[in-house]
C-alpha cells in the first residue's frame, strides 16, 4: 500500500504556554510546564493521519537542535520521518492560551535560511519518495531563501510522477501553487477573495469562483473553509455545504490541519463527496473544541458525524 507524503519545508516547535488572562504590554505568568509539540502544516496533518492510522511519511527540511527534537517528537509518536537536514535553526512558534477569553494568540518565527543546493536535494530526495506516494500535502510558509513559486515546482514536480498533490497555504505561494493545477485545493473564503480579487459574499459566488478554478487549472476539488460556519466542496459535477458542528471552541490551532488530514483520509478511503464534506468539517470542529494543540482521533470524529447537517448546492 502506498503511503500519503507531508511535505513541510518551514517545520517548527510549537511552543503552548498557558496563561489566566492574557494582558498585552503587561506581565503574564505562565502555568508551571509548557507544551512543546512537533509542529508545522504538514507535521500536523501526518500527526492527524496517524491517529487515523494512514500509512504516512513526513518530509521537508529541519535544522539544528531544534529540528533533532522535532524528528524525536514524530518517531516517538510512530510517524515515519524522511527530512533534509540544512544549516542553522528550526523555528520556535509561540502560542499563548488566553483561560478565560478562550483565545490563542500565536508569535511565529521566521525559521532557517535555505540554499540553491538544498533545494536541488529536496527535489532529488522527493523522486525517490514519491515511487511509494499516493497522496501529497503541500502547505505552510516557506523558508528564507526559497523562490516565491516553490509551491507552484513542487506541484508541477509530484504531477510528473503522478501523484495528486493537495495544496494548503496562503497568500503568494498559494497563488502560484494554485496555477500549476494541483488535485484538491483549501482556502479559507479570505483567501479565496484574494485569489479572484473580488468580494465572495454568497454561496453561489463561492462556488462560482471554485468552479472557475477547477476549469481554468483543471483543480479536481476545491474546500473553502468558512471557520465556525462550516465548509464548501467544490468538484466539477457536484457541490455541498457541511456546516459546523455546534461546538465550545477552545483553540483554533490545528483545526484546518484536521480537515486536511480528514480530506486526505476520505481519498485514500474513495468516500463519496457528501461523506468527504461531512468526515472534514467534523475533524476539523472536534479538534477546534481540544485546548493547545491536540488533535481528534478517529473515533472522536465517528461519534458526532450524525450531529452534521450538508446540504447539496
Known amino acids: 500500500m502506498k503511503s500519503v507524503l507531508t511535505i513541510t519545508l518551514n517545520p517548527a516547535i510549537d511552543k503552548t504556554v498557558i496563561v489566566d488572562r492574557f494582558v498585552v504590554g503587561g506581565l503574564n505568568r505562565i502555568e508551571p510546564i509548557p507544551q512543546l509539540d512537533p509542529g508545522g502544516k504538514g507535521v500536523n496533518v501526518a500527526k492527524v493521519l496517524k491517529n487515523f492510522d ?27 520521518t524522511s527530512f533534509i537536514k540544512v544549516d542553522g535553526e528550526t523555528r520556535t512558534n509561540l502560542k499563548i492560551v488566553d483561560k478565560a477569553n478562550k483565545q490563542t494568540t500565536e508569535v511565529n518565527e521566521a525559521g532557517f535560511q535555505v540554499s540553491v543546493c538544498d533545494l536541488d536535494s529536496l527535489f532529488n530526495h ?22 516565491k513559486d516553490i509551491y507552484q515546482q513542487l506541484i508541477e514536480h509530484a504531477k510528473n510522477h503522478q501523484v495528486k498533490i ?51 487549472y483543471n483543480i479536481q476539488l476545491v474546500v473553502v473553509s468558512l471557520g465556525k460556519e462550516g465548509a464548501l466542496f467544490i468538484t466539477n ?20 490541519d484536521s480537515m486536511v488530514a480528514m480530506i486526505i483520509y476520505s481519498l485514500v478511503k474513495n468516500l463519496a463527496l457528501e461523506e468527504l464534506a461531512i468526515w472534514s468539517v467534523t475533524a476539523g470542529s472536534v479538534t477546534a473544541s481540544k485546548s493547545g494543540t491536540e488533535v481528534c482521533s478517529l473515533e472522536e470524529v465517528a461519534a458526532s458525524l450524525d450531529k452534521i447537517n450538508v446540504k447539496h448546492l
Open 54 to 80: 494512514v500509512p504516512v511519511i513526513a518530509t521537508g527540511f529541519v535544522a539544528g537542535k531544534q529540528g533533532e527534537h522535532l524528528l524525536s517528537s514524530l518517531e516517538k509518536r510512530g510517524i515515519a
Open 126 to 147: 522527493l523522486s525517490r519518495l514519491y515511487d511509494h506516494t499516493s497522496h501529497v500535502v503541500l502547505g505552510g510558509s516557506i523558508p528564507l531563501g526559497a523562490p
Open 166 to 216: 493537495i495544496l494548503d497555504a496562503d497568500g503568494e505561494a498559494f497563488r502560484l501553487g494554485v496555477k500549476a493545477g494541483p488535485f484538491a485545493i483549501k482556502p479559507n473564503l479570505y483567501e479565496l477573495e484574494q485569489f479572484v480579487d473580488q468580494k465572495l459574499p454568497t454561496y453561489e459566488d463561492i462556488e462560482k469562483a471554485a468552479r472557475n478554478l477547477i476549469c481554468d
Open 237 to 256: 459535477e457536484s457541490s455541498v455545504f457541511a456546516d459546523a458542528l455546534s461546538i465550545k471552541a477552545k483553540s483554533s490551532v490545528g483545526a484546518g
